[in-house]
């Protein structure tokens, strides 16, 4: 007897005799669909399994377009390599033992050969509005095309292209008004070109970044000031793609390269070191400059106090003292000591004093001081005034006459004395003759 069990059994062997005479011939194209660059090599695999004998292989294209392309078999597969220009469907048919069957394969075309074009931009500054372009050339279909403006990781504008419906391979520029913001300086400028048939998985993507010169130019100190024999350092820095080359150079009468980076470095800081400094960013595209002046702080140098006249002045000449400093940073005061004596002011590094028709009281120690915050500074110069030889000189008289004429009386000595003066009058000698 034959029990369910029996039945079971049977079934199982008729479903494996069945599987054993009519094997399964299986056809696979690979891939079933595609979007290949137009003109570029497509390779199209279609491959048999499960058939016993041989197999034949046949490539057609639909709506009776024209197939160019090399084939190849091997056993039971075929490859097709070929190219298009235009949408297609290729189907590959083979035949088992009489028996045939057929796969087609969509393939569509696209064009995006390059990366989009920028224009160079002059500067991206904050706030200031401009148009900017980029443009994609060749490309097909455009209804496929989306361009995104982007700043850095940020989308500014996304340009979808409408109202195309043209069957041809063009170029599409796309325009976008940008305003920067302070957030967006520095990062880069960039225009993304996408591709894409979502249907058939498909996504190509370009991408250009626009190159722009320095538009905005910072320093870490606008206004920095170093102590003598200290350390300084300044950086500078400067929007640009390229990035731009930052250099600084010290304004003298010849601009005097400081360092080939965005570093500038005063080790040791001396008087010398103060003054303007400039910071030049320059790439392809442009260039920006920023000044910016250092001061150097400390107790002034010592200043320099000069007479007019290189030896001692004579009774009623007319002469100057002149106090001058070379650090340009202090306050200069010049005075006769223990006296307040006005001094006049020159320029910001000098000052001097004029005494007309100088005095024998006019000598005595005269001071020239350099004063600033971190201290002072002072030299003093002696000036002796000598006396004018045709002025009546008093004290000689007693020393040539007293001893040469003990006994003659006080009357005499006035007598002589008139004589003396009146002959210095008439000549210039300063002998004196007694007759
Ligand atoms: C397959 O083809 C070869 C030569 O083309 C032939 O010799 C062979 O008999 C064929 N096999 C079958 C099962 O038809
Ligand atoms: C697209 O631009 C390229 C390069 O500027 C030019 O050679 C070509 O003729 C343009 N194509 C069309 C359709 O305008
Ligand atoms: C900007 O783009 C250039 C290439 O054009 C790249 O070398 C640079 O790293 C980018 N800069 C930033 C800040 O992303
Ligand atoms: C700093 O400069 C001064 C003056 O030029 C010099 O005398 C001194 O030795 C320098 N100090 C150092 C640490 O270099
Ligand atoms: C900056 O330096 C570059 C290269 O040395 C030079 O061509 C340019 O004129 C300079 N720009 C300014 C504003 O000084
Ligand atoms: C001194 O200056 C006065 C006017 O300021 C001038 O008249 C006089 O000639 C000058 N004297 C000498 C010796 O230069
Ligand atoms: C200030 O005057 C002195 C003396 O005449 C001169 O040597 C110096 O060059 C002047 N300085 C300036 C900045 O004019
Ligand atoms: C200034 O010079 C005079 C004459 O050379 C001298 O007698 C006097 O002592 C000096 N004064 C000082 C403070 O050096």
Same mark, same amino acid.
């Given at each position: 007897? =034959?029990?369910?069990? =029996?039945?079971?059994?049977?079934?199982?062997?008729?479903?494996?005799? #069945?599987?054993?005479?009519?094997?399964?011939?299986?056809?696979?194209?690979?891939?079933?669909?595609?979007?290949?660059?137009?003109?570029?090599?497509?390779?199209?695999?279609?491959?048999?399994?499960?058939?016993?004998?041989?197999?034949?292989?046949?490539?057609?294209?639909?709506?009776?377009?024209?197939?160019?392309?090399?084939?190849?078999?091997?056993?039971?597969?075929?490859?097709?390599?070929?190219?298009?220009?235009?949408?297609?469907?290729?189907?590959?048919?083979?035949?088992?033992?009489?028996?045939?069957?057929?796969?087609?394969?969509?393939?569509?075309?696209?064009?995006?050969?390059?990366?989009?074009?920028?224009?160079?931009?002059?500067?991206?500054?904050?706030?200031?509005?401009?148009?900017?372009?980029?443009?994609?050339?060749?490309? @097909?279909?455009?209804?496929?095309?989306?361009?995104?403006?982007?700043?850095?990781?940020?989308?500014?504008?996304?340009?979808?292209?409408?109202?195309?419906?043209?069957?041809?391979?063009?170029?599409?520029?796309?325009?976008?008004?940008?305003?920067?913001?302070?957030?967006?300086?520095?990062?880069?400028?960039?225009?993304?070109?996408?591709?894409?048939?979502?249907?058939?998985?498909?996504?190509?993507?370009?991408?250009?970044?626009?190159?722009?010169?320095?538009?905005?130019?910072?320093?870490?100190?606008?206004?920095?000031?170093?102590?003598?024999?200290?350390?300084?350092?300044?950086?500078?820095?400067?929007?640009?793609?390229?990035?731009?080359?930052?250099?600084?150079?010290?304004?003298?009468?010849?601009?005097?390269?400081?360092?080939?980076?965005?570093?500038?470095?005063?080790?040791?800081?001396?008087?010398?070191?103060?003054?303007?400094?400039? =910071?030049?960013?320059?790439?392809?595209?442009?260039?920006?400059?920023?000044?910016?002046?250092?001061?150097?702080?400390?107790?002034?140098?010592?200043?320099?106090?000069?007479?007019?006249?290189?030896?001692?002045?004579?009774?009623?000449?007319?002469?100057?003292?002149?106090?001058?400093?070379?650090?340009?940073?202090?306050?200069?005061?010049?005075?006769?000591?223990?006296?307040?004596?006005?001094?006049?002011?020159?320029?910001?590094?000098?000052?001097?004093?004029?005494?007309?028709?100088?005095?024998?009281?006019?000598?005595?120690?005269?001071?020239?001081?350099?004063? %600033?915050?971190?201290?002072?500074?002072?030299?003093?110069?002696?000036?002796?005034?000598?006396?004018?030889?045709? #002025?009546?000189?008093?004290?000689?008289?007693?020393?040539?006459?007293?001893?040469?004429?003990?006994? #003659?009386?006080?009357?005499?000595?006035?007598?002589?004395?008139?004589? @003396?003066?009146?002959?210095?009058?008439?000549? %210039?000698?300063?002998?004196?003759?007694?007759?």
């Amino acid at each position: 007897m =034959c029990g369910v069990k =029996c039945i079971t059994f049977s079934l199982w062997i008729n479903i494996l005799s #069945v599987i054993t005479e009519i094997p399964a011939f299986e056809l696979e194209l690979t891939p079933q669909k595609s979007v290949i660059h137009i003109g570029k090599d497509l390779e199209l695999i279609c491959r048999v399994n499960e058939c016993p004998g041989n197999v034949t292989f046949q490539w057609n294209a639909l709506m009776d377009k024209y197939l160019v392309g090399a084939y190849k078999y091997e056993h039971t597969v075929s490859t097709l390599l070929t190219r298009t220009v235009n949408d297609i469907g290729i189907v590959c048919i083979a035949l088992c033992d009489g028996k045939r069957k057929e796969k087609t394969s969509q393939i569509r075309v696209f064009s995006l050969p390059q990366d989009p074009v920028l224009p160079e931009i002059k500067s991206l500054i904050e706030n200031q509005t401009q148009m900017l372009s980029c443009r994609v050339h060749n490309v @097909y279909p455009l209804e496929w095309l989306k361009i995104e403006w982007l700043r850095g990781d940020k989308t500014l504008f996304v340009d979808v292209p409408d109202n195309v419906n043209y069957d041809i391979v063009q170029n599409y520029t796309s325009g976008f008004n940008y305003t920067p913001s302070v957030l967006d300086l520095g990062k880069n400028i960039s225009c993304k070109a996408t591709m894409s048939f979502t249907e058939y998985g498909f996504k190509e993507t370009r991408n250009s970044n626009a190159e722009y010169g320095p538009g905005t130019i910072t320093t870490s100190s606008n206004n920095p000031s170093v102590k003598l024999g200290e350390h300084l350092k300044i950086t500078c820095h400067a929007d640009g793609n390229p990035k731009p080359t930052i250099l600084w150079f010290k304004e003298e009468t010849e601009p005097a390269l400081q360092s080939q980076n965005e570093e500038l470095i005063i080790n040791n800081a001396s008087w010398s070191q103060a003054g303007w400094y400039r =910071c030049n960013a320059s790439n392809a595209v442009g260039s920006l400059q920023m000044r910016i002046k250092v001061t150097v702080l400390g107790p002034p140098n010592i200043p320099k106090i000069q007479l007019s006249h290189r030896e001692d002045p004579k009774e009623g000449e007319n002469i100057t003292i002149l106090c001058s400093s070379d650090d340009g940073s202090t306050e200069l005061t010049l005075y006769r000591q223990s006296q307040s004596t006005e001094s006049e002011a020159k320029n910001k590094s000098a000052v001097l004093l004029k005494i007309p028709s100088v005095k024998i009281t006019d000598a005595g120690i005269y001071v020239c001081e350099a004063k %600033n915050d971190f201290g002072s500074e002072r030299s003093t110069i002696n000036i002796t005034v000598a006396a004018q030889h045709n #002025v009546m000189k008093m004290p000689d008289l007693p020393v040539v006459i007293l001893p040469t004429a003990g006994s #003659v009386s006080l009357l005499t000595i006035a007598g002589l004395l008139i004589r @003396y003066c009146r002959k210095k009058a008439r000549g %210039n000698s300063s002998n004196i003759i007694l007759s």
